[in-house]
C-alpha cells in the first residue's frame, strides 16, 4: 500500500463457523471449530451463513464480509456517499486493468469532472498480475484484492483524515493501538503532530521514510503529495527502536494508506499548493481479514480458504494435510479462479492479447496446478474449473452483485478454456520430451536445454521454470536458467501494459482550461449543423496554449458551442469547416474529441485560410453534411444490426465493441460459436426489411431509471451519466446512445455485410456498409465482375463454373507434376544409396543432399532410399536424412527411420531432425520414425546435415 494508486496484491482464505472468540495478542480473533463441510453447492445464502460465525469477543462480526460492511457504514455515518465499484477495464487508456480504488476518481482529482459529492467510499474490485510468481509465494501476494477507501473531493482533510483512520482501526476494529505503528512523509511535519499530539502515537512508533515510500506523485507534473501508513506489528515483543524495520514483513504489515493530495508539481519541478485539497486512502480488505482472524496468511482467511478447499476435495485432499508444494498450488488456484470470475464478469475472455491473455494466462495456471495435484471434475462435468468458479462466485455477492447474473458465462469460458489447454499441456509435455531428446543428442556427455527454449515453454504451453527444471533434472539434463531469466525480462520490457503507477497527468492543461471557462461546450449538432457567432475559447498548439494559429498550423480549437459530434460510443468525430466571420481565417476541421471529463469539445484543425485564427475570434462552425450522413446512417444500421443478431443467434448476444466511420461500420460481439452463412444471410435480410419498413426513430433524454424500466439496452462496461439519450427504433431496438443517427430507417437506403470473423475465444466481429457505402461497395464488385468476365470470356453469369472447371484442371496438373517430381528425386536417389555408412552394429545410415527438390518430393526420394537400403541386406536397421537447398535460400529436410534403428539407438527422426533446422535458421518435428523441418539459411545445410549424421552415428555405436 505504497500509495492509493499503487496496487495492493495480498489475499484471504477460512476455516469455518462454530466460532470460540478471545483477545489473542492484542486483536478480538476468532478460532473455528467446525469441521470442512461440504462446497459443491456453495450459494450466496451459505456463505452468508458461514460469515455471520466469524465473530470477535465483543460479538462484532470479523467475517471478510463484515469488516467490508463495517468500513462501509462507518464512513457512510460520517457523511459519506456509498458508490460501487468500477469495472476491472478502466476507463483510463494508460492502464490495462483497475488497480487501484482512486481510478474511477481520477477525472475528479485532476480537476477534469465536477465532483458529483462532497466525499465517498467505495469498496473497489482491483487485479494486479506485475508479481503473478509470488502469489501462493508470500503470505499477501494476490492477482485479485478489493481495495476498500474513503475519498475527500475538497471536502476534509489531513486531520480529520487522520483521526477517523485511527477510529476505525483501534475503535470500530479493535485493534490494540500499542501494536499499530504509523509512518509519515519525512518533511510532514504536519502529519507527525496530528498523529503524535492529537492522536496519542508515540513518537518512537511514528517512522518518517523517504519520497520513495511516503510521498505521491502522479506523474512529473501535476497533483501530487505526502502519505501516511499504518501498520500491523505481529511482534511487539521485539522491542521499539530506531532498528525497527517497517519494511520487515516478518513483523509488519501495512493495512491502511492515507494520501494528501496537496500539491501541483509544475514541469520545473516546483510545487504549489492545490485550491481544493483532496484525501485518497485505501485499505487492504484481505490484510485486515488476516489481522482480524488472526491467520498466518490472507489464503486462510474466509475470503479464499472455502475455494482452497474446494480445490483440495476435487484433488482427493485436505488443505491443513498437504506438503508445502501443494498448498502453494492450492494458493494458485484460490487467487487465479477469484480473479478470472470477475474478469469474464466485466467481459474479459480468454485471448492472446492485452486483458484476455492475462484471464487465459490465469487460467492456464490454474489448470496445470490442477492437474499436478490430480484434480477431477464433478461426476458428469469434463473440467473441475467451473465447480471451484461456483463457490468464488458465492462468496462475491457483497463486492459485486453482478457477478452472481453472470455466473453462467463465467462457467462456460472457464470450462471451454480448461478444455482446449489440456490439449496444448499435453502437446507441450510432449515438446518438452523432444527438447530433452535433442538436448542430448546435440551434447551426449554434458546435455542442456537453452533459455530460450524453456522460455518458450513457460511462456507458450504454460509451464513454469521449477517444473521444467524438475523434469529435465530427471533426465539428466541441466537447464540454462540465467538464460531463461534473460528471456523472461525482454518478454516484460515488451509488454509493460500492467502498469504499477496511474498517469493521472493527460489532459491536465484542458482541465485546466475548462475551470477557466464559465460553461461547458453546448453541442448543438442533434438539430443544426451549421452554427454562427460562435466563439473561439481557445487554441492549442504542440501541446501549448497559444493566443493565434497561422496558416499551415495544425492546431487543437476549443469553441463555447459547435454543431461537431465528439467521438463516442464507437462513432468517429465529424469533420467541416471554421471560418472565422471578420477576417475569413479558416480551419478544415479532421476531428472532433471530447476532454476534461466531457466538459469541452476539441477540434482537430489545419489553418487552410491565408489569415491567423486568434482566441477570441467569432466564427462559423460547419459540418460535412455528406460525411454525417455516411455516420448517421451507419450507426442506426449498428442498432439494427445488433437486433438481428439477438433474434437469430439468441438473446446472449452482447456488444463488445463498435466502429462507426464515414465509410463503414464494424460490430463486434461476444458469441459461443461463429454464425453460419446462412445465419448471416438471415441477419442481413432482417436489418434491410426494417430498412424497408421505414420505422421512425425517437431519440431522447430521460433519467437512467426509467431508460431501464423501459428495457433500453446499455452497452457492458459503459459509464452512464444520472440522465442518458435513448434511441428507439419502434418494435426492434431500444439503446442507450449519444450518436447521431437516422430520422427514419429508410434514410439508411440499404445495408450489406461484408465480412465476418473471430477476434477472440468468444469474441466474433462482423463488418458492413449502410447508405451510400452498400451504392459504391456493389459498384467496386460490379467492376470486379466485368473484369474477370471478360478475362475468362464468358458472360458474368458462368464466371462461377467456368473457375471451378479451370480449379480442377489446375489440380489435376498440379497432382501429374507432384508426381513427375518424386519419380525424379527417387531416380536421382538411387546413385545416393551407394553412399550410405554401415556401422558396427550393421546399420545403414545415409545423410546426403538433393538440391532443387520439394518438400513433397524429398519425402518420397527418402522413403525410396529407406526401401532400397533394407533390400541391400541392411537387416539392423536404417535411417535416412535428406537435404534440399532451393534458389530462393530456404531449406527442407526430412528423415525416416526403421523400427531397428529407433531401438538400437534410441532414436528420435523429431529430435535429430529439429536440432539440424535450428542449425540452418528453422524449426520443424515430426515422430520417431518420420520426421519433416524447414530452415531460411541454406548456408548451414550442409553443417546441419554433418551434425545429424554424427548425432546418428554416435547413438548407434553407444549400443551393442
Known amino acids: 500500500l505504497r500509495s492509493a494508486s499503487v496496487a495492493l496484491c495480498r489475499g484471504v482464505g477460512f476455516r469455518r463457523s462454530g466460532v ?84 474511477q476518481f481520477k477525472p475528479v482529482f485532476m480537476g477534469q469532472e465536477e ?48 483521526v477517523w483512520a485511527w477510529e476505525l482501526a483501534t475503535k470500530e476494529y479493535g485493534l490494540d493501538p500499542t501494536r499499530v505503528w504509523v509512518s509519515v512523509f519525512r518533511e510532514d511535519d504536519e502529519a507527525f503532530a496530528i498523529w503524535r499530539d492529537v492522536v496519542g502515537v508515540p513518537d518512537e512508533r511514528i517512522k518518517r521514510m523517504d519520497e520513495a515510500d511516503n510521498f505521491w506523485a502522479a506523474g512529473p507534473t501535476g497533483p501530487c503529495g505526502p502519505c501516511s501508513e499504518l501498520y500491523w506489528d505481529f511482534h511487539p515483543e521485539r522491542g521499539v527502536g530506531p532498528e525497527c524495520d517497517l519494511d520487515d514483513d516478518s513483523r509488519f504489515i501495512e493495512f491502511y494508506n492515507l494520501v494528501f493530495m ?68 492450492l494458493k494458485v488456484i484460490g487467487d487465479h479462479v477469484r480473479a478470472v470470475a470477475y474478469l469474464i464478469s466485466d467481459g474479459v475472455y480468454p485471448s492472446n492479447v492485452g486483458r484476455g491473455y492475462v484471464v487465459r494466462r490465469l487460467i492456464r495456471r490454474v489448470v496445470r496446478c490442477g492437474r499436478l495435484l490430480g484434480m477431477k471434475p464433478p461426476d458428469g462435468e469434463f473440467a473441475f474449473t467451473p465447480a471451484i468458479a461456483k ?68 511462456d507458450t504451453y504454460g509451464f513454469p521454470l521449477d517444473i521444467t527444471t524438475d523434469v529435465a533434472s530427471e533426465a539428466g539434463v541441466v537447464v540454462d536458467v540465467g538464460g531463461f531469466a534473460v528471456a523472461m525480462e525482454t518478454q516484460r520490457n515488451l509488454s509493460r501494459d500492467a502498469r504499477v503507477a496511474v498517469d493521472v497527468t493527460a489532459g491536465d492543461l484542458l482541465g485546466k482550461i475548462a475551470n477557466e471557462l464559465t460553461a461547458p461546450t453546448e453541442f448543438t449538432g442533434f438539430v443544426s449543423l451549421r452554427e454562427s457567432g460562435v466563439t473561439v475559447c481557445a487554441i492549442l498548439k504542440n501541446g501549448q496554449r497559444v493566443d493565434e494559429a497561422s496558416p499551415g498550423d495544425c492546431v487543437e480549437i476549443v469553441l463555447d458551442k459547435t454543431p461537431f459530434y465528439a467521438e ?55 459540418v460535412n453534411q455528406g460525411s454525417r450522413r455516411r455516420a448517421k446512417a451507419n450507426h442506426t444500421a449498428t442498432h439494427l444490426l445488433q437486433s438481428a443478431l439477438k433474434k437469430v ?60 424500466t423501459k428495457g433500453a439496452t446499455a452497452m457492458f462496461g459503459e459509464k452512464y451519466g444520472d440522465v442518458v439519450r435513448v434511441v428507439d427504433v419502434s418494435g426492434v431496438s431500444m439503446e442507450l446512445c449519444g450518436g447521431t443517427h437516422v430520422l427514419n430507417t429508410s434514410e439508411i437506403g440499404g445495408f450489406k455485410i461484408v465480412s465476418e470473423a473471430g477476434i477472440a475465444a468468444g469474441v466474433r466481429r462482423i463488418e458492413a456498409v449502410a447508405g451510400p457505402g452498400v451504392v459504391e461497395l456493389l459498384g467496386e464488385r460490379d467492376e470486379t465482375v466485368r473484369a474477370l468476365a471478360g478475362a475468362l470470356r464468358v458472360p458474368p453469369g458462368e464466371i462461377a463454373a467456368r473457375v471451378s472447371s479451370l480449379m480442377d484442371d489446375l489440380k489435376t496438373a498440379q497432382k501429374e507434376a507432384e508426381a513427375l517430381r518424386g519419380e525424379l528425386a527417387a531416380a536421382k536417389s538411387v546413385t545416393l544409396a551407394a553412399d550410405a555408412l554401415t556401422t558396427t552394429g550393421g546399420q545403414k545410415v545415409l545423410v546426403a543432399r538433393l538440391d532443387g527438390v520439394d ?19 541392411a537387416n539392423a536397421g536404417v535411417a535416412v536424412v535428406l537435404g534440399s537447398g532451393s534458389a530462393d535460400g530456404s531449406v527442407g529436410l526430412v528423415a525416416v527411420f526403421d523400427d531397428a534403428v529407433q531401438k538400437a539407438g ?55
Request: with cysteine.
Open 20 to 103: 470460540l472468540a478471545s483477545r489473542k495478542e492484542g486483536v478480538l480473533s476468532a478460532r473455528v471449530i467446525r469441521p470442512v463441510g461440504a462446497v459443491r453447492d456453495v450459494s450466496t445464502s451459505d456463505v452468508t451463513t458461514e460469515d455471520a460465525a466469524l465473530k470477535d469477543a465483543d460479538g462484532k462480526d470479523i467475517s471478510g464480509a463484515g469488516i467490508r460492511r463495517r468500513f462501509l457504514e462507518f464512513y457512510e455515518q460520517r457523511g459519506h456517499t456509498r458508490l460501487p465499484s468500477s469495472s476491472l477495464v478502466p476507463e483510463d487508456p494508460t492502464v490495462l486493468l483497475t488497480i487501484a480504488g482512486m481510478l
Open 391 to 458: 463457490v468464488a462466485i458465492g462468496l462475491g455477492d457483497a463486492c459485486d452483485p453482478a457477478i452472481a447474473n453472470r455466473a453462467q458465462k463465467v462457467f462456460h469460458e472457464l470450462e471451454r478454456e480448461e478444455l482446449r489447454f489440456a490439449v496444448t499441456l499435453g502437446r507441450g509435455e510432449e515438446i518438452l520430451g523432444d527438447m530433452l531428446t535433442a538436448a542430448k543428442t546435440r551434447d551426449p556427455k554434458n546435455p542442456k536445454l537453452t533459455g530460450d527454449e524453456a522460455f518458450a515453454l513457460y
Open 568 to 622: 463516442g460510443g464507437g462513432q468517429i468525430g465529424d469533420n467541416g469547416l471554421i471560418v472565422a466571420e471578420e477576417t475569413g481565417a479558416e480551419l478544415t476541421v479532421t476531428d472532433c474529441v471530447k476532454a476534461a471529463g466531457g466538459r469541452l469539445w476539441v477540434h482537430s484543425c489545419v489553418v487552410t485560410g491565408d489569415s491567423p485564427v486568434r482566441e477570441c475570434d467569432t466564427v462559423t462552425a460547419a
Open 262 to 329: 496537496e500539491f501541483s508539481r509544475g514541469a520545473d519541478g516546483k510545487t504549489t499548493p492545490l485550491a481544493r485539497k483532496n484525501i485518497d486512502t485505501g485499505m487492504g480488505l484481505e490484510r485486515m481479514a488476516q489481522i482480524l482472524q488472526g491467520k498466518e496468511n490472507n489464503y486462510e482467511t474466509d475470503l479464499i480458504r472455502p475455494i482452497i478447499d474446494c480445490a483440495a476435495r476435487m484433488a482427493d485432499m485436505r488443505y491443513d494435510d498437504a506438503s508445502a508444494a501443494e498448498k502453494l498450488k
Open 906 to 960: 534410441g532414436l528420435k527422426a523429431g529430435a535429430v531432425l529439429g536440432a539440424a533446422a535450428k542449425t540452418c535458421g528453422g524449426g520443424g518435428g515430426g515422430k520417431p520414425g518420420f520426421a519433416q523441418a524447414g530452415g531460411r539459411d541454406v548456408s548451414k545445410l550442409d553443417a546441419a546435415l554433418d551434425d545429424a549424421r554424427r548425432a546418428i552415428m554416435t547413438a548407434l555405436a553407444a549400443k551393442p
Open 855 to 873: 518438400p513433397v518430393a524429398l519425402k518420397q526420394a527418402a522413403e525410396s532410399l529407406l526401401v532400397t537400403l533394407s533390400m541391400n541386406g
Open 649 to 708: 443467434l439468441g438473446e446472449d448476444v452482447s456488444q463488445a465493441g463498435s466502429l462507426v466511420t464515414f465509410d463503414r461500420l464494424r460490430f463486434d460481439f461476444n458469441a459461443p460459436r461463429a454464425p453460419t452463412p446462412e445465419e448471416l444471410v438471415t441477419v442481413e435480410n432482417l436489418v434491410n426489411g426494417w430498412v424497408g419498413d421505414s420505422v421512425s426513430l425517437d431519440a431522447r433524454e430521460m433519467p437512467i431509471a426509467d431508460a431501464k
Open 115 to 162: 465532483r458529483s459529492v462532497p466525499s465517498a467510499t467505495t469498496t473497489q474490485k482491483c487485479v494486479r498480475t506485475n508479481d503473478i510468481e509470488n502469489v501462493g509465494v508470500t503470505a499477501r501476494h494476490h492477482t485479485f484484492f478489493e481495495m476498500l477507501g474513503n475519498f475527500s473531493f475538497g471536502d476534509y482533510f489531513k486531520k480529520q483524515a487522520i
